[in-house]
């Protein structure tokens, strides 16, 4: 028999042998491989949307960017970074230590993206302008796909792209195409769409989704301030309700493809279906990309019995209403002679 000191002893030894067995094992995950330093040379990223922070972590792994995939994840949960990790295209460094990795991940520098902003009220033709010069694509691209009805997921009652590419601030990253720009905004005009019922209560008014955007369309091509769109809205549905046209400058300027605050008589008398002054009723379609709030104003009008508008003083937005027709030519008046002056 062996003594009891040796048997002690060997068990102290396979005691020893399994816990260093033990920690061999589990030190890639206490321990994971790092690296040190914020790395050299530069690599391109695409996270996801929806991508955990698992998964972003084997991007990032495959990459080179980080040593390994647990790496991440432990500095990733030890700052308690998990909600700012982002989806896109990021420009990294090869070797860089987890928490590096992190930091530059979170940094907005580091995502490759182009900020497009697109104001309301601009016409089609302006709009593919501000977007080339905006993203650096080609125009041409941008125009063959606003044709594209079908590919742009555009509404079932829009006639064409013009209305209904919602004016808003766009990232655009690397690898997306024109389609790419122009389908997000038009699923962002959906979205506000929704957000409005706007199918819903042009129902309610006896009108149809397209006559609303037609009739914002035209609430933010004249301007004003916004506490006034729904005013002119009112003034719109007061004119179609006696059958009298609506005399818009602004649809006469759409039909000429022209910006100016004078228009002349021999304007008014020009041969298209967007002249308010020879046709009555809405334009057969929008002459601009409303925002949110004219869309609400269209859905919305304000009380009031007016049947005119004047903006009198462009500068300022300061826009009279009456529903005497002496007022209006007194408004017309001063009008001209704000023009006059200028």
């Known amino acids: ?8 002893g060997g068990t102290v030894v396979t005691a020893l042998m399994v816990g260093a067995g ?16 914020p790395g050299s040379g530069t690599v391109t990223v695409t996270i996801d949307e ?5 998964e972003i972590a084997s991007v990032l792994a495959g990459a080179g960017v980080v040593a390994s995939a647990r790496s991440f994840i432990l500095v990733t949960q030890e700052q308690a970074r998990e909600s700012s990790l982002r989806p896109g295209r990021f420009r990294l460094r090869r070797g860089m230590s987890a928490a590096e990795a992190l930091g530059l991940l979170t940094a907005p520098e580091s995502r490759l993206v182009r900020r497009v902003v697109v104001p309301e009220g601009l016409r089609l033709p302006e709009l593919l302008d ?4 905006g993203t650096g694509m080609r125009r041409a ?10 590919r742009l997921g555009l509404p079932s009652y829009a006639g064409s792209a013009e209305g209904f590419l919602f004016p808003a601030t766009y990232e655009v990253e690397p690898g997306m195409t024109p ?4 389908a997000a905004m038009v699923e962002r005009y959906k979205r506000a769409a929704a957000e409005l019922h706007l199918e819903a209560r042009a129902a309610r008014r006896r009108l149809t989704p397209l006559e609303v955007v037609t009739v914002a369309s035209i609430l933010q091509a004249e301007g004003g301030r916004d506490a006034d769109y729904p005013k002119i809205a009112r003034v719109i549905y007061n004119r179609i309700k006696a059958g009298t046209p609506l005399q818009l400058d ?15 008589d021999k304007d008014t008398e020009v041969r298209s279906p967007y002249n308010t002054y020879l046709r009555r009723g809405v334009p057969p379609g929008p002459i601009a ?24 003083d462009p500068e300022h937005r300061i826009t009279k209403f009456t529903d005497k027709e002496s007022e209006f030519v007194r408004y017309r008046e001063d009008l001209n002679s704000y023009l006059g002056t200028r």
């Not at 028999?1 to 002690?8: G, H, I, K, N």
């Not at 501000?130 to 010069?133: I, K, Q, T």
């Not at 389609?179 to 122009?182: A, K, T, Y």
């Open 1 to 8: 028999m062996r003594p009891l000191w040796l048997l002690a």
């Open 22 to 37: 033990g920690y061999v094992l589990v030190k890639p995950y206490l321990m994971p491989p790092d690296f040190e330093g």
């Open 50 to 54: 929806g991508a955990t922070a698992g």
């Open 130 to 133: 501000r977007l080339a010069a």
């Open 141 to 150: 691209g941008f125009a063959r796909a606003a044709a594209d009805r079908e």
């Open 179 to 182: 389609e790419d720009v122009l």
């Open 250 to 264: 602004t649809t006469v300027l759409y039909a000429q493809r022209r910006r100016t605050l004078r228009v002349t």
């Open 289 to 312: 990309n409303p925002g949110e709030k004219a869309l609400h104003a269209a859905l919305h009008p304000d009380q009031g019995d007016w049947l005119w508008f004047v903006t009198i």
